[in-house]
């Protein structure tokens, strides 16, 4: 891979990986677009190093916020690092569950399924949905009571970590699309599902980056050689280029999501899908 088509992937990433729309269904068709193949170790490896640069513009976002929240008093901190805990370690069970039994079932590694459209077209049609619903829902429900600092409970965030283990396996099956929807439908108040949506992205990201470069290492072992020094080069860069990207999504997200836009990233991605189906009756 040259390193403009690097730079080409990690802003289409770093665009969508923050909004609720799937940044790797666009990465994808991107690749598909370029000739590359999505399902490659070094490509998988590419794209779970783009969400490095996102993670850390999460980070970078968020701060203040998490500062004020989370880490207000030692209570908080306490409460907040308990239901972060919960959720990612039902996330962890679910999607760790549902890659072994998709392995099982296609006998080849989960990451083969990702250069299928057919498949990631369905799934950016059922985030749509999702959002659609929660955008309406949402203005009918009371809102959370935040006396808590959060407006979570432990039920909530059992639920947002479920939800986020269903979507890890699939790719165009947005993650924060569907956590910060389930939030909004389980009467969390907006800004606190998107934080706590991000927070959970920030614990979720490191460990697939591990998995996705060890399986790098296997594959190009078992080819008779290691490339991944000369590979994290241009990795590095767009991970740059992915966190300026985050960082104007981030913005973007927030004010549509105060703004009561919510529901447009739902007939975007009810858009995306039949552009996506489109492409496959074409032949990527």
């Known amino acids: 891979m040259s390193l403009l088509h690097v730079i080409i992937l990690a802003v289409v990433q770093g665009l969508t990986e923050l909004l609720p729309v799937s940044s790797s269904a666009h990465v994808v068709v991107a690749e598909k677009l370029m000739g590359m193949d999505p399902s490659s170790p070094a490509m998988t490896l590419l794209l779970i190093m783009l969400h490095t640069g996102t993670m850390f513009a999460v980070i970078v976002y968020f701060w203040k916020q998490w500062r004020?929240?989370?880490?207000?008093?030692?209570?908080?901190?306490?409460?907040?690092?308990?239901?972060?805990?919960?959720?990612?370690?039902?996330?962890?069970?679910?999607?760790?569950?549902?890659?072994?039994?998709?392995?099982?079932?296609?006998?080849?590694?989960?990451?083969?399924?990702?250069?299928?459209?057919?498949?990631?077209?369905?799934?950016?049609?059922?985030?749509?949905?999702?959002i659609l619903i929660a955008g309406s829902v949402e203005k009918r429900l009371p809102r959370a009571d935040s006396s808590d600092g959060i407006g979570l409970n432990g039920g909530k965030a059992a639920l947002i970590g479920a939800v986020q283990g269903f979507t890890?396996?699939?790719?165009?099956?947005?993650?924060?699309?569907?956590?910060?929807?389930?939030?909004?439908?389980?009467?969390?108040?907006?800004?606190?599902?998107?934080?706590?949506?991000?927070?959970?992205?920030?614990?979720?990201?490191?460990?697939?980056?591990?998995?996705?470069?060890?399986?790098?290492?296997?594959?190009?072992?078992?080819?008779?050689?290691?490339?991944?020094?000369?590979?994290?080069?241009?990795?590095?860069?767009?991970?740059?280029?992915?966190?300026?990207?985050?960082?104007?999504?981030?913005?973007?997200?927030?004010?549509w999501l105060e703004g009561g836009r919510w529901y447009l990233f739902g007939i975007y991605c009810l858009i995306a899908a039949a552009a996506v189906m489109w492409l496959h009756h074409a032949g990527f």
């Open 68 to 130: 004020d929240t989370y880490f207000a008093s030692v209570e908080s901190f306490l409460q907040s690092a308990w239901l972060v805990i919960l959720a990612t370690t039902i996330t962890g069970f679910i999607g760790g569950g549902l890659v072994k039994l998709i392995e099982h079932v296609t006998h080849a590694d989960v990451e083969q399924l990702f250069d299928h459209l057919e498949l990631i077209a369905p799934a950016l049609a059922a985030v749509g949905v999702l």
């Open 168 to 255: 890890l396996p699939f790719r165009g099956f947005s993650r924060s699309g569907a956590t910060i929807s389930t939030g909004m439908l389980a009467g969390v108040a907006k800004a606190r599902a998107e934080t706590f949506s991000f927070a959970l992205a920030v614990l979720v990201t490191p460990p697939v980056i591990a998995r996705e470069a060890l399986r790098l290492l296997k594959a190009e072992h078992a080819a008779g050689g290691v490339t991944l020094g000369a590979t994290m080069l241009p990795i590095c860069v767009g991970s740059v280029c992915a966190f300026l990207a985050g960082l104007l999504a981030l913005k973007w997200l927030s004010k």
